[in-house]
């Protein structure tokens, strides 16, 4: 069969070798005869790699000793939710930073809990005036999600004048770049789009703000009775977490962060020098705020669209339509996403572009 490239935003592309290795050890988990979608939760053979998957996080993201590292059911809307609840307790208001769909609707989700003062950062595919953004003293936090998924736009950094615990959903662009985990209160990242699959995300969360629960928290969810539990209080999704353990053994064997930070700038940079240079297709989001994870793109001519996608998918170029509110196409890059599936991408709109002009 020939390699198909997977361009779907999430669940998204897996390495082949981790999916290889997934394979091969399907009967027999780390010797001992059992397939690790069967394995006790409590034996100590998933006990040894849970722990030593924390520390493989820790080393990879440079992460202090004053964080905890948490695996906890559910995606990144069940935290949606979450966040606002365990960090509510003593004060009743949150800045939300809305950049795009993710945080928008993260906003929406947490009105129930807390009250927000939103700012829009970005409109129209560019940042606003920074002089507008309006920061509360006294809020809990500051939310805010550095890659919009569905907008195309990355916003890595921005100004904290009261030191107010920043929270950032990380789902589509964690491991894509060195990040500071110092400048952060809570880090946290569903699984399907840089750390394998389904099921649970990673929540990487500042000692301090462990107590900070309100009394409605459900049990499962409460960040300090999982950090007690080491993420065992009820069953951990165990298959999803051993898939998170081969992601990281092969981001190290690659190089780590450092290795897919180069990357994931060499396979955006060509398909924006691309898009931006022909007369066929279009990105219309502001060069300083382009993800480098997800790149939306518009055919000029849109009645093109399906035709685009048909053909695409025939050259085994799959998933790349747009999202429907964002509508077009888009083409996720993440780290399992390799140089030649971009090059194949180019080819291929270069080629459509010609037989369609
Ligand atoms: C995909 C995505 C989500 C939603 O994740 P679920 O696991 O479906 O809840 C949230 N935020 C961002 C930035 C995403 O890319």
Redesign the pocket.
Same mark, same amino acid.
């Given at each position: 069969m020939a390699r198909l490239f997977n361009f779907n935003? &999430?669940p998204a592309m897996l390495p082949h070798s981790v999916l290889l290795r997934a394979q091969a050890e399907m009967l027999n988990f780390n010797q001992t005869a059992i397939s690790p979608l069967e394995i006790g939760h409590r034996s100590s053979a998933f006990q040894n790699m849970l722990s030593s998957l924390q520390d493989k996080i820790k080393k990879i993201m440079n992460i202090p000793n004053n964080y905890s590292i948490l695996f906890l059911p559910g &995606?990144? /809307?069940?935290l949606f939710s979450i966040i606002p609840m365990n960090l509510g307790k003593k004060k009743s208001t949150a800045d939300y930073f809305i950049s795009g769909s993710?945080s928008e609707l993260a906003s929406k989700f947490a009105q129930r809990y807390i009250q927000i003062n939103n700012n829009h950062i970005i409109e129209q595919h560019k940042l606003t005036n920074k002089n507008t953004w309006n920061y509360n003293k006294e809020a809990a936090y500051i939310y805010y999600?550095p890659?919009? @998924?569905i907008n195309g736009v990355e916003l890595i950094e921005f100004d904290n004048p009261y030191n107010v615990p920043v929270v950032a959903?990380f @789902?589509?662009s964690i491991l894509m770049y060195k990040l500071d985990v110092e400048k952060f209160g809570i880090i946290f990242a569903?699984a /399907?789009?840089n750390l394998g699959i389904?099921g649970i995300s990673l929540v990487i969360i500042r000692n301090d703000l462990l107590d900070q629960a309100m009394e409605i928290t459900p049990e499962i969810f409460n960040f300090k009775v999982q950090q007690e539990n080491d993420s065992c209080k009820n069953t951990i999704p165990v298959y999803p977490v051993y898939i998170m353990d081969l992601m990281m053994d092969w981001i190290q064997e690659n190089g780590g962060v450092e290795y897919f930070a180069k990357q994931s700038l060499i396979k955006s940079g060509m398909l924006y020098d691309y898009i931006d240079n022909s007369q066929f297709y279009v990105n219309g989001v502001d060069k300083s705020i382009r993800s480098r994870a997800n790149i939306p793109f518009d055919i000029i001519n849109n009645n093109l669209n399906d035709h685009f996608l048909t053909k695409a998918q025939e050259k085994g170029l799959l998933n790349l339509k747009g999202h429907k509110l964002a509508g077009g196409m888009r083409a996720s890059l993440y780290n399992a996403m390799p140089v030649n599936g971009v090059e194949a991408l180019i080819l291929f709109m270069q080629q459509f572009a010609r037989e369609n002009t």
């Open positions: 935003p &999430g &995606g990144a /809307q069940a993710w999600c890659n919009e @998924t959903d @789902t589509s569903s /399907q789009k389904s």
